[in-house]
């Protein structure tokens, strides 16, 4: 049996002849036996209906299938209107598939509601004369293929065809004398292989000899309503080669190889006298891309035929090309040569489009911008003006993009002979064009600022617009128009706003470039924006001739044009408009204008000019400053105010040029690589100069504290380096570095080596002399008032001014100051009327105080009373110790005594340390609880003058006296008791208790004077190497110096007299009392102190003291980095000792021991919450405010104690115990507790004399009994 196929084709072959006018195609393989046999040639008109139901295979033989139309019509539609017949090429590993071919003079092809899929074989399978040409000056190549060929047929009509997953071109047309691709889809093509063609191919050649009778005198091909979709390259297998673009690919070959875009490739080679018309109406080019070209390639061979390509209602979007090749959207290529041009060409017109996103790649470094179009002409001079037009009309441009220009539109003139000057035979008319928001390209961290529209020897860019459809360009990223040696002409309504770019947001001219202005033009201009000149318009000429670059066609048109500039900014000069030649310059349509009538037409036509907005090149400079010398440092800055101004004596702009000379020579100084040369600007907003800052090295010091010369020099014309210069001078003298700063290598002034050996944290600046430290550090920096030289040491805390903000020093010849850097604040460094090394004395006229770091004016005549003062205040206290038995021996002050002691060293000392941030009410709120704490430790707590002129060595002996005058006043009482029974009477009860209370209040003042005595610190001198070692609370007395000396013997004497025999009595009391010689003489003392303890805990006082001493010792003596590491210490030691309080109750009634308990945990609360406080915030208003309202519960506590104290030496503590028993009997919801009773032991009450000890004092006793 035969196959079915070869049925077929027999049935057909014997039956060709009878083939009736339609035939309804319904089986698979029906429609491969019609057409792809043999050669097929048309006897008569044939219709075929293909079955939609059904999909109609081709089998894969990778050759065509060639139809000879015959001058008859073939209709190839489907069965449906509502429906497409689909065509499948089946595919196969060996060969292509299958492409269809129909060629024949003066036939018709007609194809409706067909979808052809995986088909397109090689070109080299068809038998040809225009496939396989040699002749014509564009060929095809071995690679090349396609699914369908239409060749020489007189009337195309394709309606609703669709040409997916293809090969090789969808279409190839050659010389279609009529054509019609209605609905026509061809999208996805399915090869990755470059070469093989893609889309369709409109090809026009010369007429090859055939059996033709007519020639046509024209071609036409209309596209409409198409799609072409990802017709595209997906691969990038050949992305290593270098593609030659079409325009250089004809200069070089004589028969150049067919050449494409991805969608539509247009090849205009006829020069006979058939022209060809192209018209693409609403259709859509999206994701397409190639390697020549993206979307669409226009290219027209050198011919004197008019052909033309008419775009309109189209889109492009996503269109790139994927090599180094322009124009994803459209690439357009002209050659005209050496024809001589005659009548008016319109090869390209593009009308009502839109171009969205094209020009980005799939990743790689090519951006191939929208459009990219050239004309090549050889040009005489004898052209006709206008003759080759080109239109772009209602068009919309929107995030496009390109990595170097014309990201909307690149349009060059390329004229031959090279060099040529712009021919007038070209114009580009850019009629109600709307760009919006194209983009700048960023690759490899690089920003491409590329401009929109390019023109580069075009004579006339004739930009338009009317009222109702305006020519509007805004928020674009790139010059809007930039021009090469071209002319642009302005007319109708033109909006630029909202425009980014380097100069010229709207109009970049160089090279030449105008502007002419028609009668009529309204442009506007606003809010434009560019990197360097030029907020709008920005013009250069490189050209001697100078003509101006806004022109007009005649004189007095200037009267009706307008451009509107506002708010537009240039980072350098004219934010509107620069431009060299504004001035003396000269109109091609007129004579020679005077400067007044330049001025007068520029003041008519621009509108809303400001000072600023209009610039020029630069004509003169001067300096805007009265110094005859400036005096700086070594790598110091120097501001020098300059201003430049043009023909017109508008402020410009100008490259200014520096050195240090002296007598015509160059001196051994130098300013940094980037102040070689300075650009002289106008900032907007600004007076008339700019300040120039200038940094002078050197390290010659030969030169320093001499003038010398700084020499400007501007360059009055950028682009003509042998132009005149003008040259300013300018006395400099560089002074030696100052306080605190030496010369470094680098001739500049860096930071003295005694700063940098003393703390790395702290740093110089020389620009504006200050040295910065870090906030906390309190430090002395300043001249030596024994060396005079720089000096440097850590400062005592309450003597140098601190804060939270203070971290700049500032030394000068008055004084050291401090400052921030955050602020304009300027205080001295030394605090409280001091000066001096270290701030350790005090200014002229003033003295120490008690009661305070400050020194004050003592020179009133009020002196003397603050002397009587402190007579009487010892009896005084005396007096109120023995009268409200205010001693150790009640237990009551025990907790509240140990309180001041801690607070007077970790809450006291803060509290004396400046606080620059504490107003008056704060200071006010601090004074009473420091005076609290001060008087417990028997300190005065508030500034006041003992004589005029003493002196911190006199202070610290005579503060000394004050315990020991306490002492001596019970010591003289207990003596006067032994001789006066009312004295006795009196005090004898109660002596040694006040005796020993005043010697434990005294234990801190005592120790912090040792400690205050044997405190040291280090001074640096600059030139010496070994640091003197002088006395903390004086900087100007050493520590070795026979004063201090005698001040340490003393007040180790007083010292030791007071606190060695009292702990010797706390420490060591328990075991001497086991001796019969010290038992009398100790036991009173002892008893005195431990009465209120219970038995076996009289450890718990001293474990108090010794808490104390390790305190005060390392508050004293430790370093800023050891300080942290203690605190912690000491807080841990302190959390014990609360602990063994509430485990062990130390005193014998559960009211003291509550009470002490509670004075504890507040002491911790107040160290914990300031260490936070410290750490986190580190502000001292705030830490000195918790300080003070910590201590006033502490305040209160201690009142409440002396009301008890009162009560009790008045006996109304029963009283008030009854009264407060019969209050709770009046409330029946309390449970009655049996009545108040005295108590009848001596130890187990509270509420009687408070004598505990039963007032055994036996020294006493013995005078009595005598």
């Given amino acids: 049996m035969l196959p079915t196929s070869m049925y077929l084709f027999m049935l057909f072959f014997f039956a060709l002849p009878l083939v009736p006018a339609a035939v309804f195609v319904n089986t698979s393989h029906q429609l491969e ?22 999909t109609h295979q081709i089998t894969s033989n990778g050759v065509f299938c060639p139809v000879n139309m015959n001058h008859y019509s073939l209709t190839i539609t489907s069965d449906s209107n509502d429906s497409v017949a689909v065509i499948n090429c089946t595919s196969s590993d060996k060969y292509w598939t299958r492409g269809f071919a129909f060629y024949g003079t003066n036939g018709s092809l007609t194809m409706r509601g067909l979808r052809f899929t995986n088909c397109g074989t090689n070109l080299t399978t068809l038998d040809s004369d225009i496939i396989n040409s040699t002749t014509s000056s564009i060929h095809f190549t071995e690679l090349h293929a396609a699914v369908l060929v239409l060749t020489d047929i007189a009337s195309i009509t394709f309606s609703n065809v669709t040409i997916s997953n293809y090969s090789g071109f969808a279409i190839v047309a050659v010389n279609l004398p009529y054509a019609v691709f209605d609905y026509l889809v061809v999208s996805y093509s399915q090869q990755t292989e470059f070469g093989i063609g893609r889309g369709l191919l409109l090809l026009f050649l010369n007429r090859i000899a055939r059996e033709t009778i007519d020639a046509q005198t024209q071609y036409e091909v209309n596209i ?18 270098h593609y030659i673009c079409p325009s250089a690919e004809h200069h070089i070959l004589l028969n150049m190889p067919v050449v494409n875009a991805a969608a539509v490739t247009m090849l205009f080679t006829q020069n006979d006298t058939s022209p060809a018309i192209v018209r693409i109406l609403n259709s859509s080019f999206t994701f397409n891309n190639e390697y020549y070209a993206g979307a669409m390639l226009i290219l027209s061979f050198s011919s004197s035929i008019d052909s033309k390509t008419i775009i309109d209602g189209s889109y492009f979007e996503h269109n790139f090309v994927l090599d180094a090749c322009k124009g994803g959207a459209i690439s357009a290529i002209f050659f005209f040569d050496k024809r001589i041009l005659t009548t008016r060409y319109k090869p390209l017109v593009i009308t009502n489009s839109k171009f969205k996103s094209n020009g980005f790649g799939d990743g790689t470094a090519w951006t191939s911008r929208a459009i990219d179009m050239a004309v090549y002409k050889d040009v005489n001079g004898s052209e006709p003006k206008s003759v080759v037009v080109i239109l772009f009309s209602k068009l919309h441009f929107e995030l496009n993009a390109s990595s170097k220009f014309g990201t909307c539109l690149y349009a060059i003139a390329k004229n031959s002979p090279e060099g040529s000057k712009p021919s007038n035979y070209l114009t580009i008319f850019f009629d109600k064009v709307v760009a919006y928001n194209n983009p700048t390209v960023r690759d490899r961290n690089n920003i ?45 309504n033109l909006f630029f706003i909202e425009n980014i770019a380097n100069h010229g947001a709207a109009f970049s001219l160089e090279q030449g470039s105008l502007i002419y202005f028609k ?21 250069v000429n490189e050209n001697k001739v100078r003509m101006c670059t806004f022109q007009l066609y005649f004189l007095h048109d200037y009267e009706n044009i307008s451009l509107t500039f506002n708010n537009n900014t240039a980072a350098i000069a004219g934010n509107s408009i620069y431009s060299q030649n504004l001035y003396e310059c000269y109109f091609k349509k007129f004579s020679f204008p005077k400067h007044t009538m330049i001025v007068k037409m520029y003041n008519a036509m621009f ?28 790598g110091g800055s120097m501001l020098i105010p300059i201003n430049v101004v043009d023909q017109n004596g508008s402020l410009t702009y100008a490259v200014i040029t520096v050195i240090p000379v002296e007598k015509g020579k160059k001196l051994n100084r130098w300013i940094l690589d980037s102040q070689g040369s300075f650009i002289v600007k106008l900032v907007k907003g600004t007076k008339k100069c700019t300040t120039i800052n200038l940094t002078i090295h050197t390290t010659d010091v030969t030169t320093l504290n001499k003038e010398t010369t700084l020499q400007f020099t501007m360059l009055l014309d950028l682009f003509c380096i042998s132009k005149h210069n003008e040259i300013y001078e300018v006395s400099v003298k560089l002074k030696r570095c100052p306080l605190g700063f030496r010369l470094s290598s680098r001739g500049s002034c860096a930071c003295s080596d005694l700063i940098k050996k003393f703390n790395q944290h702290i740093t110089c600046n020389i620009e504006n002399n200050i040295i910065i430290k870090p906030r906390h550090l309190g430090v002395w920096m300043g001249n030596s008032t024994k060396s005079n030289k720089f000096s440097i040491a850590y400062c005592h805390p309450s003597y140098c001014n601190i804060g939270s903000q203070l971290n700049v020093l500032h030394l000068n010849s008055s004084g050291s100051y401090l400052g921030s850097t955050n602020s304009t604040i300027s205080l001295p460094l ?23 770091t400050e020194c004050k004016d003592c020179s009133s005549s009020f002196w003397p009373f603050t002397i009587f003062v402190y007579i009487i205040a010892g009896p005084l206290l005396v007096l109120l110790l023995y009268a409200l038995k205010l001693t150790l021996t009640t237990g009551t002050l025990n907790g509240i005594i140990f309180y001041a002691q801690i607070a007077n060293i970790g809450i006291v000392h803060y509290l004396n340390i400046p606080c620059i941030e504490c107003t008056k009410d704060i200071v006010c709120l601090i004074r009473p609880a420091s005076v609290f704490i001060s008087w417990l430790n028997l300190n005065l707590g508030f500034p006041l003058c003992f004589f005029n002129g003493m002196t911190e060595i006199l202070k610290a002996g005579l503060s000394l006296l004050f315990p020991v005058y306490l002492i001596l006043i019970v010591g003289l009482l207990i003596i006067l008791s032994r001789y006066s029974v009312t004295i006795s ?29 044997f405190s040291s610190a280090k001074i640096y001198t600059e030139g010496v190497d070994v640091p003197n070692t002088i006395w903390y609370n004086n900087g100007a007395i050493m520590y070795d110096s026979k004063s201090h000396v005698w001040l340490m013997v003393m007040t180790s004497i007083v010292a030791g007299l007071i606190l060695v025999p009292y702990f010797i009595i706390i420490l060591l009391g328990k075991f001497l009392l086991k001796f019969d010689r010290f038992r009398e003489c100790i036991r009173p003392f002892y008893e005195a102190i431990y009465a209120p303890y219970r038995r076996n805990k009289w450890y718990w006082f001293v474990l108090h003291q010794l808490f104390v001493l390790l305190t005060y010792v390392s508050e004293t003596f430790s370093s800023d980095q050891q300080r942290r590491v203690l605190f912690l210490s000491l807080i841990l030691i302190y959390h014990i000792l609360i602990y063994l309080h509430t485990k062990s109750t130390p005193f014998r009634y559960k009211t003291l021991n509550w009470l002490n308990l509670m004075i504890l945990l507040a002491l911790n609360f107040v160290f914990l919450v300031s260490q936070y406080i410290y750490l986190s915030n580190g502000s001292p208003k705030q830490l000195v405010m918790f300080f003070a309202i910590a201590n006033y519960p502490i305040i209160a ?27 709770k009997e009046c409330f029946p919801g309390f449970k009655k507790k049996r009545q108040y009773n005295q108590r009848r032991r001596p130890y187990y009450g509270c509420s009687d004399s408070g004598d505990y000890t039963e007032a055994r004092e036996p020294l006493l006793e013995q005078t009595l009994i005598n």
């Fill in 448 to 492: 491409f600022n590329a401009s929109l529209f390019h023109f580069v020897n075009i004579a006339n860019v004739s930009i338009t617009g009317t009222v109702s459809a305006p020519g509007n360009f805004s928020h674009n990223y790139g010059a809007v128009f930039e021009l090469f040696r071209s002319y642009a002409v302005l007319e109708g």
């Fill in 830 to 852: 030394c605090y409280g009327s001091r000066t001096g090394d270290a701030c350790g004395e005090c200014i002229p006229n003033y003295s120490v105080v008690f009661g305070s």
């Fill in 33 to 54: 036996g019609i057409l792809c046999n043999e050669t097929k040639i048309l006897t008569g008109d044939l219709s075929l209906y293909l079955d939609t139901s059904i």
């Fill in 519 to 539: 009668k009529g033009l309204r442009a506007n201009f606003s809010h434009n924006t560019v990197q360097s000149l030029g907020g709008a318009i920005y013009s």
């Fill in 985 to 1013: 009477n009196h005090f004898s009860r109660s002596s040694i208790q006040v005796l020993v209370t005043i010697v434990h209040l005294s234990f801190t003042k005592l120790l912090q004077s040792v400690l205050d005595v």
């Fill in 224 to 241: 409409s309503n198409s799609t072409f979709h990802e017709n595209a390259i997906r691969s990038r297998t050949h992305s290593h080669v």
């Fill in 607 to 634: 509108r809303n000019i400001l000072p600023g907005d209009v610039a020029s090149e630069p004509k003169s400079m001067q300096l805007c400053m009265n110094k005859t010398v400036l005096e700086i440092y070594p």
């Fill in 1197 to 1223: 506590v201690f009142m409440l104690i002396i009301a008890y104290h009162i009560l009790l030496v008045t006996n109304k503590v029963n009283w008030v115990l009854l009264l407060y028993q019969n209050a």
